[in-house]
């Protein structure tokens, strides 16, 4: 299986991971209760197609 998006071979990919690694720490560091945090990562993993996370999770 190949990487989608490598980070270290574009300097425009590590800049985007970047900006998603900054928006989960803002949302952890967020005032919502756990719960729905974790709703929140779950639904952005199934909209961004993260099937590992979405098959471990239901």
């Known amino acids: 299986m190949n990487a ?3 980070p270290f071979g574009s300097p ?3 800049k ?3 900006q998603i690694i900054g928006a989960a720490k ?3 560091d967020s ?3 756990a719960p729905a945090i974790a709703l929140v990562e779950i ?3 199934q909209i961004n197609g ?3 996370r979405y098959s ?3």
């Open 56 to 58: 471990l999770e239901g």
């Open 50 to 52: 993260d099937r590992v």
């Open 26 to 28: 803002a949302l952890r």
């Open 31 to 33: 005032t919502l209760p």
């Open 16 to 18: 985007f991971l970047k």
């Open 43 to 45: 639904r952005a993993g």
């Open 4 to 6: 989608r998006l490598n």
């Open 12 to 14: 425009v990919a590590a």
